[in-house]
């Protein structure tokens, strides 16, 4: 399995040998900058597009979609699998915020999320984020409000504040989240700190069955 890592982790994290005549260096890989325990010991990086790129003969590096995305959220390449995702950011990005819209004019987090979900999984989801937290098309995952390692790429965060269920996004991976607000339009945010940190309430994946289920009749 190829493993990918930035060219600023890598330089910050570790001790880089240069060799003059080749593209290669020797170092160690980390995880997070604060995860030394868990350190590997690399003999080969090798350098692609001005990153630092390990990987096997037998695998193929990542687009240059994924490393930007992954560079922005601060993973591994090797973390994000579901390209589509990105490729749908990639258009709607920056985006503003309009309660209600459902266009590139602007757009609501329920809208945002509910067409995210039709383009990647071709789910149609409810349209108001209280309606998506109740819908038979999704489940709850049990503990993810205290354990994000339980969240996969396209799950559904909620936020509540006052005993209502208020905002939604999706998730991405590093504890990072898609969704619309009125602060940045659509953006890209923690999931564990700062205002959404403290709101933030609830998970749920889209059932496989509901998937499958489109699938046929796509079919």
Not at 17 to 32: A, F, N, Q, R, V
Not at 59 to 83: C, D, F, H, Q, W
Not at 86 to 107: A, L, M, P
């Amino acid at each position: 399995m190829g493993i990918y890592l930035s060219l600023m982790p890598l330089m910050a994290l570790c001790e880089i040998k240069e060799y003059p005549d080749t593209t290669h260096t020797k170092g160690m890989i980390l995880t997070s900058p604060f995860d030394i325990k868990n350190a590997r010991e690399i003999d080969t990086i090798i350098v692609y597009d001005e990153r630092y790129v390990v990987f096997a003969p037998d695998v193929t590096p990542p687009s240059e979609l994924i490393l930007k995305y992954a560079a922005r959220m601060g993973v591994a390449p090797e973390a994000l699998n579901n390209e589509k995702i990105y490729e749908f950011i990639d258009v709607w990005i920056g985006t503003k915020y309009r309660y209600g819209g459902h266009s590139k004019k602007g757009i609501d987090c329920s809208a945002l999320t509910r067409t995210l979900h039709s383009d990647v999984s071709q789910v149609m989801l409810p349209r108001s984020s209280r309606e998506m937290y109740n819908s038979p098309l999704v489940e709850k995952i049990e503990g993810a409000k205290s354990d994000i390692s339980l969240l996969k790429e396209g799950d559904l965060v909620f936020f509540r504040r006052r005993g209502y269920i208020f905002h939604v996004g999706v998730y991405l991976g590093g504890g990072k989240f898609l969704s619309a607000n009125r602060s940045t339009g659509v953006g890209i945010s923690s999931l564990t700190t700062g205002y959404w940190g403290r709101y933030y309430y609830a998970a749920a994946r889209i059932k496989k069955s509901a998937v499958d289920e489109n699938k046929t009749e796509l079919n």
